[in-house]
């Protein structure tokens, strides 16, 4: 009787023991329940530090997946990401400032997710289940496929005809995913951080189905471990801008390490300096400074006020008569806030001539009396580059009395050159994501400040 009670109480004592060991255990995100469809995948990829947690702890599950956060979950899966970079990545949108950047060269370099045929890679653009059916199905072993394995999806014909090989494919090897429904694939749709969980998952399990040149040797697999890992980055927040109405873009994603704005974003900013195109000289510095800070819609504060950008003059075209205009071409290349910090801010002026200063000019057409008198002629000039609300300077308007008065005014007005007083505005769009640290170097820490009403 005493030897059952004294195992009875080992029994209950280990029992506690493991209880309290599983609870240190315990996964550290909340938000994914353990009897979630993908819960059992979501654990494997953030134990082992495929997938990062974002930075409050949680995992989201439902949350979308931009395309360079894929590449760099790929990269770790497959044991990359540490293989020394040896070249530089050509997509005219992809900077050594862009978020993301060392992953997507080590793709590039590998040859694992391709660019568009507009050679963007597009690293915020959010990954779709085609693309990522085509990237398990480039980086397989080949295989012969027989696409009739798509008929007992409903959805097939959904797929686009460049994907119907490489979905039969990673069908064929398991890698794919298709909840809720077994019977739909959602080809087209947005593939969110559960669904990424259950792919890289299930990739890591079928690692002998990877094709060689997409392996990681022995020593890369060790490096990869051995080496001290980069901080993570974690997207806290998308925000919107609201500098200008007609903007193409108005996101900048705020992380745990930076504010990324996010290319096609147009900002208002002033000349610093009085400005004259018949003076310019190339090689000279033009610097704009931006007047008020500039704050998203949600209320971060991105850019501060005082903050300025340096251009260079790049060519000049001198001005001309019949209505051809002085131009000036700028390269905005440098943003310094007002503490001294400096970022890469690749622009352009807003024109119709990427970069150009000009003073631009057009005819009102003549309109004339049935005497064949000349009602008006009309030559206007307004400075292209500048605020939409700003006449030029040195605007020539004819109101002549008679019809050879009209033509002269009208078609023999010289160009004008393009002149700004310092505080006058132009629209600048940026032509490459910028990346704002609050990092080590810098520590330019984002603040929160009221939103102001333009």
Excluded at 258 to 282: D, G, H, M, T, W
Excluded at 376 to 398: D, N, Y
Aim: charged fraction near 25%; glycine fraction near 6%.
């Amino acid at each position: 009787m005493d030897i059952r009670k004294k195992v009875t109480a080992l029994f209950l004592t280990i029992t506690m023991m493991l209880s309290g060991f599983s609870a240190v255990l315990a996964k550290s995100y909340t938000d994914v329940p353990d009897d979630y469809w993908a819960a059992e995948e979501i654990e494997d990829v953030v134990t082992k530090n495929i997938v990062p947690l974002f930075g409050d702890g949680t995992y989201r599950p439902t949350a979308k997946v931009p395309r360079v956060e894929w590449t760099e979950w790929l990269l770790r899966a497959l044991g990359l990401s540490q293989a020394p970079i040896t070249s530089e990545p050509d997509y005219s949108d992809v900077t050594p400032a862009t978020y993301g950047y060392p992953s997507i060269a080590r793709s590039d370099q590998f040859g694992l997710i391709y660019g568009y045929t507009d050679g963007e890679f597009k690293p915020q653009r959010l990954i779709t289940k085609n693309e990522t059916a085509s990237i398990m199905s480039h980086i397989t072993k080949d295989t012969s496929v027989d696409t009739s394995v798509l008929n007992q999806f409903a959805d097939a014909d959904q797929i686009p005809n460049w994907g119907i090989i490489p979905f039969s494919k990673a069908i064929k090897y398991g890698l794919y995913v298709n909840y809720p429904l077994e019977t739909e694939l959602n080809p087209n749709r947005e593939l969110n951080r559960a669904e990424a969980a259950v792919l890289l998952a299930r990739l890591m399990k079928a690692l002998n189905l990877v094709d060689e040149p997409y392996k990681a040797s022995a020593e890369q697999q060790a490096a990869a471990v051995e080496e001290p890992q980069e901080p993570s980055e974690y997207v806290l927040s998308v925000e919107h801008l609201q500098e200008y109405a007609k903007a193409v873009v108005d996101r900048v994603n705020i992380t745990n390490l930076r504010r990324i704005i996010l290319a096609k974003n147009v900002f208002r900013v002033a000349f610093a300096e009085k400005f004259n195109s018949a003076k310019a000289q190339l090689g000279d510095v033009v610097t704009f400074y931006f007047k008020k800070d500039v704050v998203t819609k949600e209320g971060t504060l991105v850019i501060p006020a005082n903050t300025k950008l340096y251009a260079t003059v790049e060519e000049l075209r001198d001005k001309k008569w019949l209505n051809k205009n002085s131009e000036v071409y700028l390269h905005i290349t440098k943003m310094v806030f007002p503490n001294g910090n400096e970022y890469p801010f690749i622009a352009r002026v807003l024109n119709n001539k990427e970069g150009v200063l000009s003073e631009n000019r057009w005819l009102k057409p003549l309109e004339y009396t049935i005497a064949g008198a000349a009602i008006g002629g009309t030559a206007v000039g307004l400075p292209i580059g500048a605020s939409e609300h700003r006449s030029g300077e040195g605007m020539a308007i004819g109101f002549p009395t008679g019809a050879g008065v009209g033509l002269a005014a009208g078609w023999l007005t010289p160009g004008v050159n393009f002149k700004a007083h310092p505080g006058e505005e132009v629209l600048v769009e940026l032509k490459v994501d910028c990346s704002l640290y609050n990092d080590y170097t810098t520590h330019y820490q984002t603040t929160t400040t009221t939103i102001r009403e333009d």
